[in-house]
């Protein structure tokens, strides 16, 4: 991928742009299964306690699984393009850390437009442990970035974020249900201004800003 300071154009269609695209509606229910069947082995693996004897066999197993299924890997940088029941439209990465519908490893955040905001209802589990019961700081900060990142979308155009500035106001608890929220404070040129917060039980446990920069996107 290449960035380059021209005046940025709306988003468009990413696969005429060489980008590998894969519509939101025509993942397997088996491949989403499967993913959330993985994302609980993690889990399970984060924390077991069996005995070396199962833990060699699953070692087995998941060693054939993954040759199995990583025989022909999907291309880095696939997109997938959603379409929301109001009609509007947005690409994001399949495999995106936080997001991503395809990686197991992402909680997912399930950002969806509300008005002026994006927002999502979504509960860690001890994967994403920092201090004991307690979300990682980075964690924290990469659902606000993830959140500030599509609220900036709502521009229509592609941006990154060029700073985030993360304020940690309470402990955010592990395996408590959490809103995220975002939204677009202003643009000026290509800046689009946002901000951010992660409440639990209506107190904002932390809140952020970035200022994300419109790129033009072309695949190098
Ligand atoms: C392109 C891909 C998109 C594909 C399409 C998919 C759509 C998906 C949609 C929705 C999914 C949402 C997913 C969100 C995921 C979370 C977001 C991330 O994790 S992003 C990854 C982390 N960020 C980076 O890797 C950036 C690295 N930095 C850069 O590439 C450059 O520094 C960049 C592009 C940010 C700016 O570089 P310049 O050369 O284009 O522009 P200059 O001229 O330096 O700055 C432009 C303006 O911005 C200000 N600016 C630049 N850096 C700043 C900073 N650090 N703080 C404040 N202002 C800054 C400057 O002062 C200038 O402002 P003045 O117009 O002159 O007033």
């Known amino acids: 991928m290449t960035v380059d300071a021209q005046p940025i154009a709306k988003l468009s269609d990413l696969s005429d742009l060489g980008f590998a695209v894969v519509e939101h509606s025509e993942l397997p229910a088996e491949l989403l299964d499967l993913v959330d069947q993985v994302r609980g082995l993690v889990h399970a693996v984060a924390r077991t306690q069996a005995d070396t004897a199962v833990l060699a066999g699953a070692a087995r197993t998941v060693a054939a699984l993954t040759e199995q299924l990583g025989a022909d890997p999907r291309p880095l940088g696939t997109m997938v393009h959603r379409t929301w029941p109001d009609g509007h439209t947005e690409y994001g990465t399949l495999s995106n850390i936080v997001a991503g519908p395809a990686n197991p490893l992402a909680p997912p955040l399930e950002l969806v437009r509300d008005g002026e905001e994006v927002r999502a209802e979504v509960t860690l589990n001890g994967l994403y442990e920092g201090p004991p019961g307690l979300v990682h700081g980075g964690w924290v900060a990469a659902l606000l970035d993830q959140a500030l990142g599509s609220a900036s979308s709502m521009t229509g155009r592609p941006s990154l974020t ?16 959490l809103t995220v929220a975002a939204r677009i404070t202003g643009t000026e040129r290509r800046k689009v201004f946002v901000s951010a917060e992660i409440r639990h039980h209506g107190v904002v446990t932390a809140e952020g800003t970035a200022v994300m920069v419109q790129v033009a996107v072309s695949r190098s």
């Open 162 to 177: 060029a700073n985030l500035d993360v304020n940690y106001r309470k402990p955010t608890p592990i395996g408590a249900e």
